[in-house]
């Protein structure tokens, strides 16, 4: 029997029954429906799982009917195969069963097993409406070297918060360094072929700016401990990736050279040298050819340079004039391709004609802070502010190295777009030299061990994020070797002929110190007598700019 809802002596409410049966029935379906579309979302997620769950149930099929023998036809038929394969082409094999194999192993074991742990001590899990909001784990995929880690963040993150908790990220999944990346690390493959356009449109949704996604990289096994040897000389340099090292995870790293200027900041005896060499070796095709003219300042009185003194089309070590006028020279050189290019092109393409000039500066503090003659300080100051300002757009680029990256040293260091940051000695200067925010972002160069000699960390194209890799370590022999095989054809700007020369080194030869406390000695390179500038060339110039109204330097 129903009885009444309310019963009051006078007043009589009945329940309403099939209303509430209604509302109950609706309330469970929904319900029944958000369960039955989440399997099927979950299904379609773990598509991956599917062959793998199709294949146990076959397995299992096949022995209850035919036992264990066809499992260990397939066994063999596989192993062979896969011998095969390995022998065949090795490569792939390893990108698509090692390599694939290895992420699935790592993924399971290392990631999902630990992920809610490692985030929630790591402090990356949100709080909200009494449950936790755990960043989501995409995908692993693994080289020999690193495991990249896709996850996704919960709402309420942004990707600062990776790049602080990077380093206990990377101990707690048991490396040494996790490298936050805010973006897609490649970019979609080139498409060619009569599906291209079908392709580009998939790449487009496919590779499409994923703002929640962050990526880590996990440096599993360290590569840049050991040294990197010389890496071969490009037969064409190719100035957008010049191949100077390795990255961390086992990539070339390719530098572009292209309309920029370069700043190595390290401290001493931390590898600056080797940048230099490594970028030279990778010019070296261009240098032979001509089609690369580098001209060499080094104020520590030729340390570092002699050695390669045949590369170089113009070189000065000991002669704080000259190295003013060689410096007066470029931005002459600059303004007179300015005038031809105006209103043409945008950026220079070198040709043999008009050369691509790279002015290498060992220590360009020297030149800067410290130089004694304050009249030529100021020279040295203002051409090199003329060249970092106009000349890169216009193929007269500096490469210039410095102990110390502070403006009060380097007044000029804003004007170098293109930053490398070997070991440093202190934390400040790491933003000085990467801009600021790069040491937050992982760029731990105050860190880098006296021992990682030509490791540093630069900024790759398109990512804030900086890498860390080692440049190849270039020896006196491989030096003498390259200024050998690809010596620079001769000079058509002169060197100057009218500058008091200074008094010479006591001995023909010059100690080079080589770390070890001992020393080995060099040769100076014999002054080459330089050609005299043609008489088509000497009007194409800038004469006004010269002494004596026209004095070819
Ligand atoms: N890329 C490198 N890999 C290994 N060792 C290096 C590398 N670069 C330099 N070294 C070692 O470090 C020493 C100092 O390097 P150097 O280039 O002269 O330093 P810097 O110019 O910064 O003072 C070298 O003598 C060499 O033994
Ligand atoms: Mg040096």
Redesign the pocket.
């Known amino acids: 029997m129903r009885a009444p809802l309310v019963n009051f002596r006078r007043l009589q409410v009945a329940a309403p029954w099939p209303l509430v049966w209604t509302v109950t029935f609706f309330i469970l379906l929904a319900r029944l429906v958000v369960l039955l579309v989440g399997i099927a979302v979950t299904a379609v997620r773990h598509w991956r799982a599917w062959p793998a769950v199709a294949l146990v149930l076959l397995a299992v099929d096949v022995h209850r009917s035919h036992g264990w023998w066809p499992h260990v036809l397939v066994l063999i038929v596989v192993a062979a195969s896969a011998g095969m394969w390995w022998w065949r082409s090795r490569e792939s094999f390893e990108r698509l069963v090692v390599l694939r194999g290895l992420s699935w192993w790592r993924r399971l074991w290392v990631y999902r097993r630990q992920w809610h742990e490692v985030m929630s001590l790591c402090g990356l899990v949100k709080k909200y409406d009494g449950g936790e909001k755990l960043p989501e784990l995409l995908s692993v995929r693994c080289s020999y070297a690193t495991d990249e880690v896709v996850l996704r963040m919960p709402r309420g993150q942004n990707p600062e918060a990776y790049h602080k908790a990077a380093r206990d990220l990377a101990y707690s999944f048991g490396t040494r360094h996790c490298r936050v990346f805010s973006g897609r690390r490649q970019a979609p493959p080139a498409r060619s072929g009569s599906l291209a356009w079908i392709l580009r449109r998939v790449d487009a949704i496919r590779f499409r700016d994923r703002p929640r996604q962050v990526w880590l990289v996990l440096i599993r096994r360290d590569p840049l401990t050991r040294?990197?040897k010389p890496l071969p000389v490009p037969a064409r340099p190719d100035f957008t990736a010049l191949p100077l090292g390795t990255r961390e995870d086992l990539a070339v790293y390719c530098l572009r050279l292209l309309a920029t200027h370069v700043l190595i900041g390290?401290?001493?005896?931390?590898?600056?040298?080797?940048v230099i060499w490594s970028l030279l070796r990778a010019l070296a095709a261009g240098i032979r050819s001509g089609l690369v003219r580098v001209w060499a300042i080094d104020p520590k009185g030729g340390m570092?340079l002699s050695i390669g003194r045949p590369l170089f089309s113009r070189y000065v070590d000991d002669d704080w004039t000259r190295m003013a006028d060689m410096l007066d020279d470029a931005v002459t050189r600059m303004r007179a391709r300015q005038r031809v290019l105006r209103g043409k092109v945008r950026v220079h393409t070198p040709t043999v004609d008009e050369p691509l000039i790279v002015i290498v500066i060992d220590e360009l503090a020297t030149l800067l802070a410290f130089l004694p003659d304050s009249d030529i300080r100021s020279r040295i100051a203002q051409s090199l502010g003329m060249l970092l300002s106009q000349g890169a757009g216009l193929g007269v680029l500096v490469v210039a190295?410095t102990q110390d990256p502070r403006k009060e040293v380097v007044s000029v260091r804003d004007f170098f777009p293109t930053r490398i940051a070997?070991g440093l000695t202190e934390r400040g200067h790491v933003d000085l030299l990467l801009g600021d925010g790069a040491r937050d972002r992982g760029a731990l160069a105050d860190q880098i061990p006296l021992s990682a000699?030509?490791v540093a960390y630069v900024l790759l194209d398109g990512q804030p994020e900086p890498a860390r890799v080692?440049?190849?370590?270039i020896s006196d022999d491989v030096i003498r070797e390259m200024a050998a095989t690809f010596p620079a054809p001769a000079e058509v700007q002169p060197e100057p002929v009218n500058t008091p020369t200074p008094t010479p080194a006591p001995a023909a030869v010059k100690a080079r110190s080589?770390?070890n406390g001992r020393h080995t000695y060099r040769p100076t390179a014999p002054k080459q007598a330089a050609p005299l500038l043609p008489s088509s060339l000497l009007h194409a110039l800038d004469l006004d700019a010269t002494p004596n109204g026209g004095d070819p330097r």
């Open positions: 040294i990197v390290g401290a001493t005896r931390m590898g600056k040298g080797s570092e190295a070997l000699k030509g080692r440049f190849s370590y080589n770390g």
